[in-house]
């Protein structure tokens, strides 16, 4: 990667850092994926994803609001699967 | 390293509701004041609150702020400071008022005036029954607030710096407090900022524990920079477990569920909190229904294939109520937990949710050290990285959101008051604390062959969770203070493979450890040393005799712990059993 796609995804990766742990939780998984980097298009997406508030994209994500706009819509289905119980600690 | 200084009346590190409302009152006052947050400001941990803002408007049925304050005091388990409290409670109404004219849209009664709901532990006449003096923005309580105080912000002037880490305090000789170093995440420059009046409104530290409620913001930061300048850290052993975080993902359930009538159900069906609380259940304070929860776990009736969690049952509710006074929370179900909560009953756990203990503070706002409590010059705190202390041993749901409001306008207030006082110039810096910040960076890029971030971290939420949790043991406290020191020497040498200076998540994931692992010790080491139980703080070697109720032994351990980082020392200092106005409120067993 170079050092301005570093920055680029630095920016987006700290931009993924929400108020709400549910957030957290699926650009946690998200990125875990997406190591290497991200095509642009998705890039592009997820920019504007990021721009909207913790709970529209929240609601975005579990399907509660839909949002005139196909690129987002199928950026926020696709985060879906990343809503996971991360696994409790043995007790 | 080189870094560049810039002059400010007042630097306040946060930009939740703490630290909005306290820039609202030095903006207003005409002080030039910046604002440093790692995230934009609407961002913050506030936003995830849901549940409301505790005051007693009695727009439903009869309330008054002595029976807040009467409920506040139990709940804390008389370890809350009752000057602190007293004042806290009377000013409810005037700041919820006021959020009310700064445009937050609280959910309205037919007659126009603020709605308000029941939530746990808040009592009608001195603990008779539960009271409705919640005020809510639907789920969205926090986010509004957040809103409707930023705007507030921007109308008068505040300055933000969006997206600055601050590193450290700066501290002089004579021990006062200058301002801050700060990293600027675009450019990773460094830079101080010099001020007469310096207010931490930094949240909480959540995250010390595997299985939390909280964001990954919740790292402690202020926590952190004021143990390194030598101020101790008050309480630390008490951290709320709120009993519904959903199993597994740790994401809240909201008591407003319970408050609505949502049960709580043990594998055979039974509500069992009719066992524990006779009056209140299900609604009894956060750390009685989760010790109850773990009991029922314990003793084999929890749920599921490995009888590991309880069960959250609305299912007996109106779904329209639940879809209008609960909106969000099927989702969260449905996505986290596989489950339609309008069908089926919720899985939940007690899940690390609110750290009651922080850097000590007086109601004034203004950071106190010692165990006389010396105002420490130019420093202020509030919010959840505060203890002020309202919350004691265990807090009330919706006493958060008021504590941000009255202690950072408190401290706000004071900041300005001292400010007036002292119109001249700004003492010299002290350079020997930015040294430390700049020999702290150039450690971490510098170091070879050290411990990596994700690993340690880790390692710190397991041993936290594992001997630190709902129920304490004292073997199990002793092997933790030696695993969180083995923890703590990983920490110091963490090793970052990239450098680079931009938005460097891998370098501000490490610094932010930094500041976990002395909330860690801090927690593990206060918790050793305390041999009673009190509200969330339980060991199971502290037997409920009638000299010692519930555990609690008020002849020995009423009184506040305030640690310090140099040599993990431990004192102590009484706790304000004096209110302001009205009689002391007075020991005893605490049972709902
Ligand atoms: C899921 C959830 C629901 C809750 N619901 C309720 C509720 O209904 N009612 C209630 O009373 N309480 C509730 N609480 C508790 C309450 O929300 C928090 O205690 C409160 O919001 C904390 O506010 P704060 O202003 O102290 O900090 P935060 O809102 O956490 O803000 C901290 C600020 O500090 C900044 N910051 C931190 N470190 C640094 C640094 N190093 N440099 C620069 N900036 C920094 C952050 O960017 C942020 O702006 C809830 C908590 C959780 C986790």
Known sequence: MDDATRARMGRLKWHCRRALLELDIVFQQFWAQHENGLDAPTETALTRLLALEDHDIWDLINGRAEIDDPELTELAESLRIHCVATPLEPR | ?592
């Not at chain 2, 003096?133 to 300055?159: E, F, I, P, W």
């Not at chain 2, 007086?362 to 705190?381: H, L, M, Q, W």
């Open chain 2, 1 to 592: 390293m080189s870094y560049t200084v810039r002059k400010f009346d007042a630097v306040i590190v946060g930009a939740g509701g703490a630290g909005l409302r306290a820039a609202i009152q030095l903006s207003e006052a005409g002080f030039k004041t910046a604002v440093l947050t790692k995230v934009f400001p609407t961002r913050s941990h506030t936003v995830a609150a849901q549940g409301g803002v505790a005051a007693s408007l009695g727009n439903s049925e009869e309330d008054h702020w002595h029976w807040h304050m009467y409920d506040t005091v139990k709940g804390s388990d008389w370890l809350g400071d009752q000057d602190a409290i007293e004042f806290m409670c009377r000013k409810a109404n005037e700041v919820v008022v006021e959020l009310e004219h700064y445009g937050m849209p609280f959910d309205r009664l037919d007659n126009g005036k603020i709605y308000q709901r029941p939530f746990g532990g808040h009592m009608s006449n001195f603990g008779e029954k539960p009271v409705r003096r919640s005020c809510a923005a639907a789920d969205r309580t926090g986010h509004a607030m957040l809103h409707a105080m930023y705007q507030r912000n921007v109308k008068v002037n505040t300055q933000f710096f969006v997206e600055w880490q601050a590193l450290d305090l700066v501290r002089d000789a004579d021990g006062d407090v200058q301002g801050v170093t700060a990293m600027d995440m675009e450019t990773g420059e460094v830079v101080v900022f010099h001020a007469k009046a310096t207010i931490f409104a930094t949240g909480g530290a959540g995250r010390i524990y595997y299985s939390s409620t909280n964001a990954f913001i919740n790292t402690g930061d202020g926590l952190g920079m004021a143990a390194r300048a030598g101020i101790p850290l008050e309480d630390m052993e008490f951290w709320q477990f709120h009993p519904t975080g959903v199993a597994g993902a740790g994401v809240l359930i909201t008591e407003g569920v319970r408050g609505e009538g949502g049960i709580l159900r043990n594998s055979s069906g039974e509500r069992f909190m009719e066992r524990y609380a006779p009056n209140a259940k299900d609604l009894a304070s956060r750390d009685v229904v989760s010790r109850a929860m773990v009991t029922e776990i314990n003793e084999g009736r929890g749920c599921g294939p490995n009888k590991d969690f309880v069960l959250l049952d609305i299912t007996h509710l109106d779904p329209a109520t639940i879809m209008k006074r609960l909106p969000g929370i099927r989702e969260i179900g449905l996505q986290f937990a596989g489950v339609d909560c309008i069908k089926e009953p919720l899985p939940v756990v007690p899940t690390c949710h609110y750290q009651m203990g922080g850097i000590p503070t007086n109601y004034r706002g203004e950071v106190v050290i010692g165990t006389d409590s010396t105002p420490v010059k130019g420093f202020y705190a509030a919010g959840e990285c505060a203890c002020a202390s309202v919350h004691g041993a265990n807090r009330l749901g919706t006493n958060s959101l008021l504590d941000l409001l009255v202690f950072g306008k408190s401290a706000g207030e004071t900041a300005v008051e001292d400010l007036r006082k002292n119109p001249g110039a700004h003492k010299p810096l002290d350079t020997a604390s930015i040294d430390r910040t700049l020999a702290r960076l150039n450690r971490l890029n510098t170091q070879k062959g050290g411990s990596s971030v994700h690993e340690t971290r880790l390692a710190m939420q397991r041993t936290m969770q594992k001997h630190a949790g709902v129920f304490r043991f004292d073997t199990l406290l002793k092997e933790g203070v030696t695993e969180i020191l083995k923890v703590a020497d990983d920490v110091a040498r963490t090793e970052i493979k990239d450098k680079s200076n931009v938005f460097n998540t891998a370098r501000i994931e490490a610094l932010e450890l930094d500041n976990l692992i002395e909330v860690a010790k801090a927690t593990m080491i206060s918790a050793e040393a305390r041999k009673e139980s009190r509200g969330a703080h339980v060991r199971d070697d502290a037997l409920d005799t009638e000299e010692t109720p519930n555990g609690r032994d008020d002849k020995n351990w009423l009184k506040h712990t305030l640690w310090h980082r140099d040599r993990n020392r431990l004192e102590y200092k009484p706790v304000q059993m004096k209110p302001m106005s009205v009689d002391t409120i007075e020991l005893k067993k605490r049972a709902y």
